[in-house]
Nanobody, 118 residues
Framework: QVQLVESGGGLVQAGGSLRLSCVAS??????????MGWYRQAPGKQREFVAI???????MYADSAKGRFTISRNNAKNTVYLQLNSLKLEDTAVYYC??????????WGKGTLVTVSS
C-alpha cells in the first residue's frame, strides 16, 4: 500500500511564504517514480495544475506559479517539495501532491490546506 502524505500547509499572511512537503511511504521504489507534481483546489473550483518536476530535474509551472513557487525533489527520500513565496489571497486552496510511476497507478495525497489572509 502506497501512501502520499503532504505537510507544511497553514495560515499565512499575504506576501508570506510556506514550504510544502510530500513523502511517499509503502511499497514504492524511487526508481519507479517518474514525475512528482503539485495541484491545488480552491473552494468552489476544480483542481488545477501548479507545478511538476521530472525525474531528471526538468520543471514546469502554471502561469500563476511562475516566479513565485519552486518545486524540488529528493529521489532518495521519495519526497517532493513546493516552496511558496509572495503568497496571494488567491493561492488559498488545498494543495495535493501526485506521483506518476513508470509502470503502475498514479498516486495522490490527501492534501494540505494553505490559507492566505490579508
Amino acid at each position: 500500500q502506497v501512501q502520499l502524505v503532504e505537510s507544511g500547509g497553514g495560515l499565512v499572511q499575504a506576501g508570506g511564504s510556506l514550504r510544502l512537503s510530500c513523502v511517499a511511504s509503502g511499497s514504492i521504489s524511487s526508481t519507479s517514480i517518474n514525475t512528482m507534481g503539485w495541484y491545488r483546489q480552491a473552494p468552489g473550483k476544480q483542481r488545477e495544475f501548479v507545478a511538476i518536476i521530472y525525474r531528471g530535474g526538468g520543471e514546469m509551472y502554471a502561469d500563476s506559479a511562475k516566479g513565485r513557487f519552486t518545486i524540488s525533489r529528493n529521489n532518495a527520500k521519495n519526497t517532493v517539495y513546493l516552496q511558496l513565496n509572495s503568497l496571494k489571497l488567491e493561492d488559498t486552496a488545498v494543495y495535493y501532491c501526485k506521483f506518476v510511476t513508470t509502470v503502475g497507478p498514479d498516486y495522490w495525497g490527501k492534501g494540505t490546506l494553505v490559507t492566505v489572509s490579508s
